[in-house]
């Protein structure tokens, strides 16, 4: 077990980090005291509404975005936690994974913020993020198998101690929300899907339509674009012309495809944990928000003896609370980045 490691003196600290690796503005302000991480302040700017209406991200509106809103938030954040500027002790940021103009624009203005003050910079990976997020209200990161599920990415990791960890799974095409949200769109649902999707299943049946379960039943990597194409070819049949789903056709077509998506998921999770040995399950990432996976998994777990960790809602969709907490524990680490150090769009995390 990683004890989160108290500095020299015991001394407070306290972290400012800004993730604009998509579509949200966000800055953070975590301290650290008394072996504790509390959140002071986790401000969130999302440009949901200026995208929707192109039905997913455009990379140039999401960073002349960024610019725009930067700034006011983080003093709106400096200004809720009541901490001055001169008393951050370091300043982390996302260096990727991520569209790199919207990259560059959070990473340039940590940087240039930590130089002016003259504090350390820490460059931050956003899947380690999501990563520990689910450990963010305790005081040890145990190892565990973690299920990463966000828009971008589906990743089975063995995380055996910080910076300890190995990739067993991922998917060969579609992420789990990507999946959510290009069946969203087919649909005719607002962006993103995933949540939308949620709402309608709750109203359908998960044996309306018998969608595939692609690589079930073959190791640890996932494939959802076969299932999205089945929902699509559903669609098809329902309305040969349109190849829209009539409405009362798509609380059935949510249900069923959600089901399909968890019960891949949570077979492979559980495969994971059976294979490394691990009896500490976390679940983390924007699709982790989703109740009927939340629920799924946490049926299994039980019934495998195993402990499950999930992210907090306000930390599974994109924060910077979890950008600052993966800087907090390099900082009590006496890990820094140099200025140097660029952003990577494809930055890996094993
Ligand atoms: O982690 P995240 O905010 O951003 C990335 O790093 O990608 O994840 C966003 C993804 C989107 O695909 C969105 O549709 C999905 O998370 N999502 C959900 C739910 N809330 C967000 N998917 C299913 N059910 C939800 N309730
Ligand atoms: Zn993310």
């Known amino acids: 077990m990683t004890k989160l490691q108290a500095k020299k003196s015991d001394m407070p600290t306290t972290i400012l980090a800004i993730e604009s690796s998509c579509d949200e503005t966000a800055v953070a302000i975590l301290r650290y005291d008394g072996g504790v991480a509390e959140i002071l302040s986790s401000e969130i700017s999302s440009q949901i509404d200026i995208h929707r209406e192109f039905g997913g991200v455009v990379p140039e509106l999401a960073s002349r975005n960024h610019s725009l809103h930067l700034r006011p938030l983080i003093e709106i954040a400096l200004k809720n936690s009541g901490v001055a500027i001169d008393n951050i002790d370091a300043i982390g940021a996302t ?6 103009s919207s990259l560059l624009v959070g990473n340039s203005t940590a940087k240039a913020m930590a130089m002016a ?11 380690e993020g999501h990563l520990l997020s689910p450990f ?9 198998l973690a299920l990463i599920v966000s828009g971008g990415h589906t990743m089975l990791i063995h995380m055996k101690a910080f910076g300890e960890y190995s990739l067993l799974g991922s998917t060969r095409d579609d992420a789990a929300g990507e999946a959510y949200d290009k069946v969203g769109k087919m649909l005719g649902l607002p962006y993103p899907g995933g949540p939308e999707i949620e709402k309608q299943a709750c109203e359908g049946s998960i044996q309306a339509f018998k969608f595939p379960r692609s ?18 070819y559903q669609l098809e049949k329902l309305d040969p012309k349109q190849g829209q789903a009539p409405t009362d056709a798509i609380p059935d077509l949510c249900a069923s495809f959600q089901q399909a998506v968890i019960e891949i998921l949570v077979t492979k999770t559980m495969r994971a944990a059976t294979q490394c040995g691990e009896k500490t399950i976390s ?12 629920n799924a998994m946490q049926k299994s ?11 907090p809602p306000e930390v599974s969709t994109d924060n910077a609370a979890m950008i600052a907490f993966v800087a907090l524990q390099r900082h009590l680490r006496g890990m820094q980045s140099s200025f140097h150090e660029d952003i990577n769009p494809n930055l890996a995390l094993v």
């Not at 260096?95 to 790199?100: I, K, N």
């Not at 003050?117 to 899947?127: E, L, V």
């Not at 963010?136 to 565990?144: A, W």
Request: aromatic share 6%.
């Open 283 to 294: 679940l983390s990432g924007g699709v982790s928000c989703n109740r009927a996976l939340r």
């Open 301 to 311: 777990c039980d019934e495998m003896g195993y402990e499950l960790l999930i992210s």
């Open 117 to 127: 003050i003259g504090k350390p910079f820490i460059s931050i990976n956003h899947m």
């Open 136 to 144: 963010m209200n305790r005081m040890t990161l145990e190892p565990n």
């Open 95 to 100: 260096a990727g994974p991520g569209l790199a």
């Open 215 to 232: 690589m079930l039943n073959d190791g640890l990597d996932f494939s959802f674009s076969g299932l999205k194409t089945a929902v699509l």
